[in-house]
């Protein structure tokens, strides 16, 4: 029932910047937690942060400091604002809801990030 779209993805630079947007539709986006994982060519998908509806955040070590994710209750949208991007950045990036009160995951289709070096 939820469905979600990454944008905003693209090739970029070593020390450049990114801004994912993921936009939320089908259910009550704030009874959702949202989530930013990524996977890269060979590896296991990782945590990158999550958002709760109050807008509390926890990010990964790998990307402390440099990722800040936000959401837009109103316009049912999360992002991720990625600066100081590095070449172990290189992934493709899902947006994942999950429900507060069932806990069932929806994920979008991802949107490929490239960080040359």
């Known amino acids: 029932q939820v469905q979600l779209v990454e944008s905003g993805g693209g090739l970029v630079q070593l020390g450049g910047s990114l801004r994912l947007s993921c936009a939320f539709s089908?259910?009550?986006?704030?009874?959702?937690?949202m989530g930013w994982y990524r996977q890269a060519p060979g590896m296991q998908r990782e945590l990158v942060g999550v958002?709760?509806?109050?807008?509390?955040?926890n990010y990964a070590d790998p990307v402390k400091g440099r990722f800040t994710i936000s959401r837009d209750n109103a316009k049912k949208m999360v992002y991720l604002q990625m600066n100081n991007l590095k070449p172990e950045d290189t992934a493709v990036y899902y947006c994942?809801?999950?429900?507060?009160?069932?806990?069932?995951?929806?994920w979008g289709q991802g949107t490929q990030v490239t960080v040359s070096s």
């Open positions: 994942k809801a999950t429900s507060d009160y069932g806990h069932v995951d929806s």
């Open positions: 958002i709760t509806s109050d807008k509390h955040t």
């Open positions: 089908g259910s009550i986006f704030t009874f959702h937690t």
